[in-house]
């Protein structure tokens, strides 16, 4: 599937790229080899092939989960820069 010029501008303007017209050629032959890529891996027969629903606990055996005791909070007041009233004081988001 080969992408028109127009088609590699859009998706430019989608990403918020300023694309040379050296660039838009290069990602236009870039992008077409990979759509062809994945339209040849579509066209593969896969039905024989069973699922992968994740890993299994037998093969990928897991640490058990426990609780521990809570840190105090002075201890963990120790690790902010700026602290107020028992809280990390962090900078505003909104001026």
Not at 20 to 25: L, P, R, W
């Amino acid at each position: 599937m080969s992408l028109t010029l127009a088609e590699v501008e859009h998706i430019a303007k989608l990403a918020r790229l300023n694309l040379t017209e050296e660039e838009k050629s290069k990602y236009r032959e870039q992008l077409s080899s990979i759509l062809d890529y994945v339209t040849m891996l579509q066209e593969l027969d896969t039905t024989s092939i069973s699922e992968a629903s994740g890993v299994q606990p037998d093969e990928c055996p897991l640490r058990v989960d426990t609780s521990l005791p809570p840190m105090a909070t002075s201890d963990l007041m120790k690790n902010s820069p700026a602290t107020t009233k028992n809280q990390f004081r962090v900078p505003p988001v909104f001026e």
